[in-house]
């Protein structure tokens, strides 16, 4: 059978799926408008010529459309894998020391008053879940704290259930992303946090937001910060992708920073598999900043038991690998071209739609940073996309920026021009 054949075959596959696919969400009733909104972790990639998948899987995906791993990142596994000296070892249940170490300084900045007085806790693994189960027993260790937790909106859809799972139940939103501004409405997101009872926690992304790219500024973060004294607000910070933002490790952490030097308590969770490429590694880590350094050790047993009856055992490979990239910041180069090209994916879009004459303003693609982007197309919009020119968006009209790359470029801008001039 030709190659021509297997392609055509291949196609006809992808289109008898996605259509079973559509089929499906038809009966149970998540196309229509009264239903929930469809999973946003449940997603994929490009499957087949003209069958383009944007929706917003938290991966980088090079110009090939692949799961991209740094280069650096496979010659520091051959090199642990060669060394005789290397000696595989259970690490302690809160992860390998080096890893928290570097980890905590790139969060913090090696010179951070937290890291001196000693007043941070370090922890390897499932970092969100750990951050969770730590919160139900932190304001008081004889209480059960049951919430509430406020969440962005739109969020990843994963982070409810994270919550629920260590029994916080009562999980509330703020208001975030503005359809009509295309961009971060500060003044409801600050109304909404000013309803909120006090001690609750509040869920913030500190750089990439997920899953609209869209960032608050440090004039934004040092305002929200106040607020969030003043009502006595508790700051979940999540930095999912550092430096993949940016393209700079200290600019990705400036809202966590900020928040240290105010002298504030917090949780920060981050994550280094999509910058580096290690998928599937779970490398993860976990930041918990006190006020004083006296309650570090009944904190720090309580997460050691919270570990060991979760996981037993953190990973890591990943943490060894992540160690050794930290240890020099010019190991970072591949990082930075990896937000260079978002950032010039992002510019042609905006260039290209303009060029079209499509209707409205699309400066917002390029105030946007990290691998996701909210393009501020409506339900109607997207669902016109996926139907008629099979480009598969979340509903919310979001998409990974690196699923764009020079195949499919035309394609999509051509697509959205139409969703925006073709009556639906």
Excluded at 156 to 170: C, K, M, R
Excluded at 310 to 328: E, F, R, Y
Aim: with cysteine; proline share 5%; net charge neutral.
């Amino acid at each position: 059978m030709t190659n021509s054949n297997h392609e055509h075959l291949n196609f006809l596959s992808c289109f008898k799926f996605l259509r079973n696919v559509e089929i499906l969400l038809n009966i149970i009733g998540l196309h229509t408008p009264q239903s929930s909104p469809v999973s946003v972790s449940s997603l994929c990639t490009t499957v087949a010529p003209k069958c383009f998948c944007l929706r917003p899987p938290a991966k980088y995906y090079s110009e090939e459309g692949k799961t991209f791993e740094l280069r650096l990142v496979g010659k520091i596994k051959q090199q642990l894998s060669a060394d005789p000296t290397f000696c595989p070892e259970y690490p302690s249940s809160l992860g390998l020391t080096e890893f928290t170490r570097r980890a905590t300084e790139v969060a913090l900045g090696k010179s951070s008053p937290a890291i001196v007085e000693n007043r941070v806790i370090s922890a390897v693994h499932i970092h969100l879940r750990l951050g969770a189960e730590l919160l139900t027993h932190w304001y008081n260790v004889r209480a059960v704290w049951c919430g509430p937790v406020y969440l962005s909106s739109p969020c990843d859809d994963s982070l409810a259930g994270i919550f629920q799972a260590a029994g916080i139940e009562d999980i509330r939103e703020y208001y975030y992303w503005d359809d009509k501004q295309r961009g971060v409405c500060l003044e409801k997101l600050l109304e909404d946090l000013e309803r909120a009872p006090e001690q609750s926690v509040v869920v913030l992304s500190a750089s990439a937001h997920y899953p609209t790219g869209a960032d608050l500024t440090q004039k934004q973060w040092t305002v929200i910060t106040q607020l969030i004294m003043r009502r006595r607000l508790f700051p979940f910070l999540l930095l999912p992708a550092q430096a993949l933002c940016y393209g700079d490790l200290n600019r990705d952490a400036w809202p966590i920073q900020h928040f240290v030097s105010q002298g504030m308590e917090l949780l920060c969770a981050q994550s280094f598999s999509h910058c580096f490429g290690l998928y599937g590694e779970a490398v993860g880590h976990l930041l918990c900043i006190l006020k004083q350094n006296s309650p570090l050790l009944s904190v720090q047993s309580q997460a050691d038991r919270i570990v060991k009856s979760l996981w037993a055992q953190p990973s890591v490979g990943g943490a060894h690998v992540v160690a050794a990239v930290l240890s020099n910041p010019a190991h970072l180069g591949e990082v930075k071209r990896m937000v260079e090209r978002c950032m010039l994916i992002r510019d042609i879009l905006r260039e290209k739609l303009r060029l079209l004459g499509t209707p409205g303003c699309w400066d917002h693609l390029t105030q946007q940073g990290g691998l996701f982007c909210c393009t501020g197309l409506n339900d109607q919009q997207v669902e016109f996309l996926s139907r008629s020119r099979h480009v598969y968006l979340l509903p919310s009209g979001c998409l990974n920026v690196s699923a764009i790359n020079g195949h499919n470029l035309e394609y999509v801008t051509d697509s959205i021009h139409l969703a925006l001039t073709t009556s639906l």
